[in-house]
């Protein structure tokens, strides 16, 4: 069982950045990948980022590829998304996630077993 906690969520404007850390509970943090999903009002959910349990691969949706960075610090099983040059169309609530396939850096929501609670980002024009 992974408990998962999401906060740096805010309001940004445009041009902006955040960071967003989601902290895992339990012992085995490096044994699953993890990934980042964001929603907007009337929108379905939408993969975002993700990186492998050794945080050597990482997987970007082509909408935030060049300005958002995922990282993970096994140490303090925490990882992060760093969001840089914020867009109005980036604002949703954000989940991070967990897949008990640590190889596997997917977009697909049904691989990830475990999720947070979510964190509202909303970035002004």
């Known amino acids: 069982q992974v408990q998962l906690v999401e906060s740096g969520g805010g309001l940004v404007q445009a041009g902006g950045s955040l960071r967003l850390s989601c902290a895992a509970s339990g012992r085995t943090f490096s044994s699953y990948a993890m990934g980042w999903f964001r929603q907007a009002p009337g929108k379905e959910r939408e993969f975002v980022a993700a990186i492998s349990g050794s945080g050597g691969r990482t997987y970007y949706a082509d909408s935030v590829k060049g300005r958002f960075t995922i990282s993970r610090d096994n140490v303090k099983n925490t990882f992060y998304l760093q969001m840089n040059s914020l867009k109005p169309e980036d604002t949703a609530v954000y989940y991070c996630?967990?897949?008990?396939?640590?190889?596997?850096?997917?977009?697909?929501?049904?691989?990830?077993?475990?999720w947070g609670q979510g964190t509202q980002v909303t970035v002004s024009s």
């Open positions: 996630a967990a897949n008990p396939r640590r190889f596997s850096v997917v977009r697909t929501s049904y691989e990830y077993e475990y």
